[in-house]
């Protein structure tokens, strides 16, 4: 009987722990898709913006300026015309970086895709905002660059997914800041962009610009930083390709530095162009010939700072990913 009894609480204990286990075993089966859903978004990449790299002074795109624009989901790229109904629209940031829906339209164009808006032809580009919105600009207002005159306007390309804003034959597009910035004294300055620009025959300007231009030179795949005198040179870019190039301009006349390479290695020490302190207007501006085509993705400009290294690296690796082209 106690043999018994003892066998009965034996087979009550093992009961018990088969029990537990089975119990635990099911929360842990349970469980596992929640777990593995919360790794995988928290391992998931999120977006980020040359803004997440260095704060500029002033910035645009057709992109986000950095993971927090994303987010917020507010912001205007840029504005553009409808080339039948001239009717115009913001388009505002998606949540991946890219560009969401048009708004603030002035007939009835809102909600829409860029390519529902613009019908499956070119638009035109009325405004490309300045995503810092630190209102930089003389009398402490955003430096929106703007073309109101349509026949001066540049397209933003069907051809190009509507990814590209492009200049091509004999119009000179400038778009410009409605009020000047004045550079800090210290006249130390870095500029990016991202171009592509095909068939030079004269010189060829298409990135945003503060006296210190990043610029394709009249000779084939240079791509040059400038500012009121000699400029410092990257070679070897393949024409009607896109380049994201970082350029370094020192006042000082000691330093300039251009780089469009995955890689970039230390600044050279050279005779600098002269950056200007006076105030200036930022541009988006494309000379242009009956032969050119110049397109454009991004751009900005940085004062009083010059970039190191490895944070132009991470700007062209960032902005070369994005947009999909490998650095040369």
Not at 211 to 228: C, P, S, Y
């Amino acid at each position: 009987m106690d043999r018994g009894g003892r066998g009965q609480r034996r087979d009550h204990g093992d009961s018990a722990v088969t029990r537990v286990a089975g119990v635990a075993l099911a929360l842990i089966l349970h469980a596992a898709p929640a777990l593995a859903w919360v790794a995988q978004r928290a391992a998931a990449p999120g977006y980020t913006g040359p803004g997440d790299t260095i704060a500029f002074t002033a910035w645009y795109g057709l992109r986000a300026y950095s993971a927090a624009v994303a987010a917020a989901g507010t912001q205007p790229l840029i504005r553009i015309r409808n080339t039948s109904t001239s009717e115009l629209c913001d388009v505002l940031v998606a949540s991946n970086g890219g560009m969401g829906l048009t708004s603030n339209c002035t007939g009835a164009g809102a909600g829409q895709t860029v390519a529902a808006f613009c019908g499956g032809v070119d638009c035109k580009v009325h405004t490309v905002y300045d995503q810092v919105a630190g209102n930089a600009c003389v009398g402490a207002t955003t430096c929106n660059v703007v073309q109101a005159t349509a026949g001066n306007q540049p397209a933003l390309s069907a051809a190009d997914s509507y990814s590209a804003i492009t200049a091509t034959g004999a119009t000179t597009v400038v778009m410009t800041s409605t009020n000047n910035y004045a550079p800090n004294a210290a006249a130390k300055m870095t500029l990016m962009g991202v171009g592509n620009i095909s068939n030079v025959a004269s010189a060829n300007i298409f990135v945003v610009a503060i006296n210190a231009i990043n610029r394709a030179n009249i000779v084939a795949g240079n791509w040059v930083l400038t500012g009121g005198g000699a400029g410092k040179t990257v070679g070897g870019l393949t024409e009607g390709a896109w380049h994201t190039a970082v350029g370094v301009m020192d006042g000082s006349h000691t330093n300039s530095w251009m780089c469009a390479t995955a890689s970039c290695g230390t600044p050279a020490a050279s005779a600098a162009p002269t950056v200007l302190t006076t105030p200036n207007k930022f541009q988006l501006v494309g000379i242009v010939n009956a032969a050119t085509i110049n397109k454009w993705r991004e751009g900005g400009v940085k004062d009083n700072y010059a970039v190191t290294s490895a944070e132009a690296s991470a700007l062209n690796g960032n902005s070369s990913a994005y947009w999909g082209f490998t650095p040369p």
